[in-house]
Nanobody, 122 residues
């Protein structure tokens, strides 16, 4: 079964940066598509970024130009570099495995890690 372990969260001031990591086991990492989601208190879990097995990336409008997703297949790890963080980025961040429907909608596999808390505050 797939296991996902997120790390790298913390408390950062507005304008700061963090890099999240997610190590994945139990699957053939290199042939899978990966995504980062986030969930703020009282809100639904939203998609932040995806990266395909071939390296194609997509971002939510709210983070495009500030966040960057990447993957290291040798380490079975997906990263999320977050720059110019703002208070509205405060959330628990999760990674997952998934794919796209014929209509292009991202669909998570349903397996989630424990998440990593990101708090942006002065």
């Amino acid at each position: 079964q797939v296991q996902l372990v997120e790390s790298g969260g913390g408390l950062v001031q507005p304008g700061g940066s963090l890099r999240l990591s997610c190590t994945v086991s139990g699957i053939a990492f290199s042939i899978n598509n990966l995504g980062w989601h986030r969930q703020a208190p009282g809100k639904q879990r939203d998609l932040v970024a995806t990266i395909s097995s071939g390296g194609r990336v997509n971002y939510a409008d709210s983070v495009r130009g500030r966040f960057f997703i990447s993957r290291d297949n040798a380490k079975n790890t997906v990263y999320l570099q977050m720059n110019n963080l703002q208070p509205e980025d405060t959330a628990v961040y999760y990674c997952t495995v998934g794919g796209w429907t014929n209509g292009g909608d991202w669909t998570p596999s349903g397996s989630w890690g424990q998440g990593t808390q990101v708090t942006v505050s002065s």
